[in-house]
């Protein structure tokens, strides 16, 4: 039996809180969010806090900075693609955002910091849950990231 596979998106805000940290994939050849899969008895900040150390180097250990802001069912049927997907928040400070390295560069072509314009630009060069989070939730501005709080 096939069953949905469930992910960790992280919106990781930089300090001046007016971009967040994408990086391009290289498998998909699309932007996508800092994260990966929830592993088995890991809670979503543990997951996260792995995710963000694994992927990018940032290292922020501390569970208050961190907060699951949405969960959502994403599914397309077309591509046999079904996640159920659990976005969570951090907000970084200089000295986080200077961690920032590349640690996968066999899954990730580069991170970089993009503004709600940047996301729009690129819309269709997305990862499929992030536009569908984008749309669903009506995200019309960095500060709809910022103050997101569905949970």
């Given at each position: 039996m096939?069953r949905?596979?469930?992910?960790?998106?992280i919106?990781?805000v930089?300090?001046?809180?007016?971009?967040?940290l994408?990086?391009?994939?290289?498998?998909?050849k699309?932007w996508?969010?800092?994260g990966g899969?929830?592993?088995h008895?890991e809670?979503f900040?543990?997951?996260?806090?792995r995710?963000?150390k694994e992927?990018t180097?940032i290292e922020i250990n501390?569970?208050?900075k961190?907060?699951?802001?949405?969960?959502?069912?994403?599914v397309?049927?077309?591509?046999l693609?079904?996640?159920?997907?659990?976005?969570?928040?951090?907000f970084?400070?200089?000295?986080?955002?200077?961690?920032?390295?590349n640690?996968e560069?066999?899954?990730?072509?580069k991170w970089?910091w993009?503004s709600?314009?940047?996301?729009?630009q690129?819309y269709?060069?997305l990862?499929?849950?992030?536009?569908i989070f984008?749309?669903?939730?009506k995200?019309q501005?960095?500060?709809d990231?910022?103050s997101?709080?569905?949970?």
């Amino acid at each position: 039996m096939n069953r949905p596979g469930v992910g960790i998106g992280i919106f990781a805000v930089n300090s001046t809180e007016t971009k967040i940290l994408i990086g391009k994939r290289i498998k998909e050849k699309l932007w996508g969010l800092p994260g990966g899969k929830l592993e088995h008895g890991e809670e979503f900040i543990q997951s996260s806090i792995r995710e963000m150390k694994e992927e990018t180097n940032i290292e922020i250990n501390d569970e208050s900075k961190w907060s699951v802001i949405c969960t959502f069912n994403c599914v397309e049927k077309e591509k046999l693609y079904h996640w159920f997907d659990v976005y969570v928040r951090v907000f970084l400070n200089e000295d986080e955002e200077a961690q920032l390295y590349n640690n996968e560069p066999d899954k990730c072509e580069k991170w970089e910091w993009f503004s709600y314009d940047d996301l729009i630009q690129n819309y269709d060069l997305l990862f499929y849950p992030l536009k569908i989070f984008l749309t669903r939730y009506k995200i019309q501005s960095m500060n709809d990231i910022i103050s997101l709080n569905t949970v």
